[in-house]
């Protein structure tokens, strides 16, 4: 434990320590709007659900915004993360800020097409699949040796 202390972190595991705070507060986010928000169970054409999107994400009060202002927060860091990565030709780096990247994409699409699908249960499960598998990678990056 002293060892990762004292030790110094590259800039990628420093924004992966940001990452991991934004995910948890995205899944604690995605638990309250789940079990207590009420989603559209109407399915409709893509036009038809991007136009009730936009003109309904106020009705779902700020809770739900948050959870999807967050969703384009954490892919901007993600890829940011993923780019300093690179520039560290760290081959552990590269390895779990890319896995961390796709993961929270899968997310990002898994929420948007359960709220635009109908509110199917296979999306949330997706979207907490690619929370856990984010999550590991980014706890990763930040512990390796």
């Known amino acids: 434990m002293e060892k990762l202390i004292n030790r110094r972190f590259s800039p990628s595991q420093k924004l992966s320590v940001m990452l991991l705070i934004i995910l948890f507060l995205q899944f604690i986010l995605g638990i309250y709007t789940n079990l207590y928000i009420a989603v559209s169970t109407k399915v409709g054409g893509i036009a038809f659900k991007m136009g009730y999107m936009m003109g309904s994400i106020g009705n779902y009060g700020p ?14 860091f993600s890829l940011i993360t993923f780019i300093l990565a690179i520039v560290s030709k760290t081959k552990a780096e590269i390895i779990f800020s ?32 690619g929370f856990i598998v984010a999550f590991s990678a980014y706890f990763s990056n930040l512990i390796r040796s």
Do not use: E, K, R
């Open 98 to 129: 890319s896995l961390g990247l796709i993961s929270i994409d899968i997310a990002g699409f898994a929420g948007m097409t359960f709220f635009m699908g109908g509110a199917n249960n296979i999306y949330s499960f997706i979207m907490a699949l």
């Open 63 to 76: 809770i739900f915004m948050l959870h999807m202002m967050l969703g384009p927060i954490l892919v901007i």
